[in-house]
């Protein structure tokens, strides 16, 4: 996939070894083997990266960005110069080569990629990666692009505006990171063969009318046939909603002999 970003030297091409495990895919399948989720399968082995999502030790200085097979936002590699170890944060945007990440930092103002808690936070701040309670992994405003507002503050709860438009209490001690999530222009990226939805795990999609009776209530019939009844989905519910018309029953004429 190409990188839609100007600055590609500060690109780095093998992740960490310390920090990435095996990812196996379920491929769309349950326990039994059964197919549960279609058109799934296939696609380019892929390697998990262990990201620190509690914000609460990663801290250093950033050697460059990663792209990530699981994800649409890119990664940042810090290196803290104490402990001499790597670690991958969810890279905010305008995160350059060099810059100084701190994790659960006392320090007021807007530093970009700096995590804090909501009551060190400037009120209308944008925000990343915050999670849902205290002390737990940030869940919220992870994909590209993502932010929330903070609002207004009291003495426990911070009103944040999330992506959504929906507003909700969190906090003061929930940890959250300043910035917006990198590559805010990954909704623009175009396939431009097949198979690169191939490598990204993503199988083609048949017609129920190609199919065999046994496989979709559309399928068999001789030739080309149109299906025979209203657009369903294999388990024969309708797609495109049921009836929304009335049909009333006439009453009989009285007709007299």
């Keep these: 996939m ?21 990812w196996n895919s379920s491929t769309g399948r349950n326990h039994k083997g059964h197919i549960t989720a ?12 262990n990201i620190d999502l509690k914000r609460k030790s990663t801290q250093g200085i950033v050697v460059g960005l990663e792209y990530d097979p699981n ?5 940042a590699r810090i290196f803290n110069p104490d402990t001499k170890k790597h670690n991958y944060i969810i890279a905010p945007t305008k995160l350059k ?3 100084v990440i ?26 990343h990666n915050l999670s849902m309670a205290p002390g737990k992994n940030g869940k919220i405003l992870r994909a590209p692009g993502a ?35 990198s590559n805010l222009d990954c909704r623009f990226t175009k396939l431009e063969k097949a198979g690169q939805s191939r490598w990204l795990g993503r199988r083609p999609i048949v017609r129920g009318v190609a199919m065999n009776p046994v496989d979709h209530p559309h399928g068999g019939g001789e030739g080309k046939t149109s299906g025979g009844r209203p657009s369903v989905t294999p388990w024969a519910k309708p797609t495109k909603g049921p009836s929304t018309r009335r049909y009333r029953r006439q009453p009989k004429p009285n007709v007299k002999s």
């Design 71 to 75: 994800r649409s936002a890119f990664l």
């Design 2 to 22: 190409k990188l839609n970003n100007n600055n590609k030297q500060i690109f780095i091409t093998r992740p960490l070894k310390s920090q990435t495990k095996a």
């Design 38 to 49: 279609w058109h799934r399968g296939g696609g380019h082995p892929r390697l998990y990266r």
């Design 97 to 99: 080569k060099g810059d």
């Design 147 to 181: 932010f929330g507002q903070i609002l207004k503050r009291t003495n426990k709860l911070a009103k944040i505006r999330l992506k959504s438009g929906q507003y909700r209490w969190f906090d003061v001690k929930t940890i959250a990171t300043n910035g917006i999530v």
């Design 102 to 127: 701190r994790s659960n930092s006392t320090c007021n103002g807007l530093q970009n990629g700096h995590s804090k808690t909501l009551d060190r936070i400037l009120t209308g701040s944008l925000i």
